[in-house]
């Protein structure tokens, strides 16, 4: 099973300013890798995908990058709607996909 | 627009017995292969099972194997998950999920409780 590891677990930024997630995988997983984000009692939502690709609809302002085994989701200005738990997730391994733990990015 | 909906949640005894449904609509289901993925109240999210677009393909978390069973009727537009032999640790909001190699959209989820 490949294991991802995020962090922080937490991160407090204050709106405006520059979030920076990082997403560890226990083995290489290519550029297989989403970003998802999630609000209190939502679904997730697919945010980026082939590390780097904006999904539909998403703003400029949240941007992918990585490959192998390190990633990044950097939001460059963040917006009051971008307080969320962000996930990871391989699918290297398709269909036997696993998720990080998730980072919660709240306001500071 | 692509929809997901859940249904079938409630509470259960531990060893019991639940099916879930997830109703799908907005785009050609028959075409797609899905997944059912849970989440455990104030943690993450994780992977449960997957089903091919014909069924012939179906996968299953090491947790669930053995317990649980996926289906689909593409003529019904819906996807299927049996749980059997339920235990507290599949306590969780249930989502169903379109496959694309990854998860494009995902329904808003169904919550099983199994307690006693």
């Known amino acids: 099973e490949i294991v991802m590891t995020q962090s922080p677990a937490t991160l407090s930024v204050s709106p405006g300013e520059r979030a920076t997630l990082s997403c560890r995988a226990s083995?290489?997983?290519?550029?297989?890798l989403a970003w998802y984000q999630q609000k209190p009692g939502q679904a997730p939502r697919l945010l980026i995908y082939?590390?780097?690709t904006r999904a539909t609809g998403i703003p400029a302002r949240f941007s992918g990058s990585g490959s192998g085994t390190e990633f990044t989701l950097t939001i460059s200005s963040l917006q009051s709607e971008d307080f969320a738990v962000y996930y990871c997730?391989?699918?290297?391994?398709?269909?036997?996909?696993?998720f990080g733990q998730g980072t919660k990015l709240e306001i500071k | 627009e692509v929809q997901l909906v859940e249904s079938g949640g409630g509470l259960v005894q531990p060893g019991g017995s639940l099916r879930l449904s997830c109703a799908a609509s907005?785009?050609?289901?028959?075409?797609?292969?899905m997944n059912w993925v849970r989440q455990a109240p104030g943690k993450g999210l994780e992977w449960v099972s997957y089903?091919?677009?014909?069924?012939?393909?179906?996968y299953y978390a090491d947790s669930v194997k053995g317990r649980f069973t996926i289906s689909r009727d593409n003529a019904k537009n819906s996807l299927y998950l049996q749980m059997n032999s339920l235990r507290a640790e599949d306590t969780a909001v249930y989502y169903c999920?379109?496959?694309?190699?990854?998860?494009?959209?995902w329904g808003q989820g169904t919550l099983v409780t199994v307690s006693s």
């Open positions: 997730q391989q699918y290297n391994n398709w269909p036997l996909y696993t």
């Open positions: 082939g590390a780097s």
């Open positions: 907005g785009f050609t289901f028959s075409s797609y292969s």
């Open positions: 089903i091919s677009s014909s069924s012939s393909t179906i």
């Open positions: 999920a379109r496959d694309l190699r990854l998860l494009d959209y």
């Open positions: 083995q290489s997983v290519s550029s297989n």
